[in-house]
């Protein structure tokens, strides 16, 4: 299998002096399922951030389909889909209508037959 996210000696240390990553290394496998747990500051969303380019890397490479989020951002977005936290449409919405909407975020047109292969 080859990864579908790399990460490699990736470090984020906020303008505040926090550091929130400190070399972290991670290798994701296509079809693997993944959960990212741990507590509150333990530089989740981080993380999550920096592979969707809206926290900018500095320390480190991340990689995403085999495409660098640095040199090659538009390949590599292209391959991610993202339905925030802090995204809120109505409280019973359901996940099709959600992951629909969020498509939107990225400049992604509606389509359904993508939403329902996956």
């Not at 990736?10 to 002096?17: E, L, M, N, Q």
């Not at 320390?59 to 809120?88: K, M, N, Y």
């Not at 992951?99 to 975020?105: E, F, I, K, M, T």
Request: proline share 3%; glycine share 10%.
């Amino acid at each position: 299998m080859s990864s579908i996210i790399s990460i490699r000696n990736v470090s984020k240390t906020y303008a505040s002096g926090h550091r929130a990553l400190n070399n972290i290394n991670l290798e994701i496998e296509r079809g693997e399922i993944f959960a990212l747990l741990g507590p509150n500051g333990a530089g989740k969303t981080t993380l999550i951030s920096m592979i969707c380019g809206i926290v900018n890397l500095e320390e480190g490479d991340i990689e995403v389909g085999g495409h660098d989020i640095r040199t090659a951002f538009r390949a590599a977005r292209s391959q991610i889909g993202l339905v925030p936290q802090e995204l809120t449409a109505e409280a019973f919405e359901r996940v099709w209508n959600t992951v629909s909407y969020s498509r939107g975020l990225f400049g992604k047109k509606a389509n359904p037959a993508h939403i329902e292969k996956y």
